[in-house]
C-alpha cells in the first residue's frame, strides 16, 4: 500500500536530485523509497565523502581483481575450512 508523504527540502537539493533521477531512468519517489527502507533496516544515516583509493591501492586492487578473473591460484590464497587452517598456511610460507 502506498502513502503520501509531505517533507521539506532545499530547492537545489530537490532539482539537483531529480535531475540525476532523470539522468538515470528512475523516479525521484524511488530513490526517496529506497533510501528510506535502507534507513529502516540499518537503523542508521552516514554522511560523507566514498573512499577513494590512492593510485598505488587502485593499482593493487586492479591487479587482485585480474588476477581472480584469471583464477591464478598462485597469487591467491586457498579458502579454509576454519582458523586453524588458516594459520597452519600463513605459518608454512
Known sequence: MKTVMSFKV???VRDNAR??????GVPLSMVVNRQLKQFAKDQRIEFGEPLVPNA????ELDRSLKDIHNNRKGRLSPLFA???????YLDSL
Open 56 to 59: 598505488k591501492t587502485r593499482k
Open 10 to 12: 532545499d530547492k537545489d
Open 82 to 88: 576454519d582458523t586453524k587452517e588458516m594459520d597452519r
Open 19 to 24: 535531475r540525476v533521477a532523470k539522468r538515470i
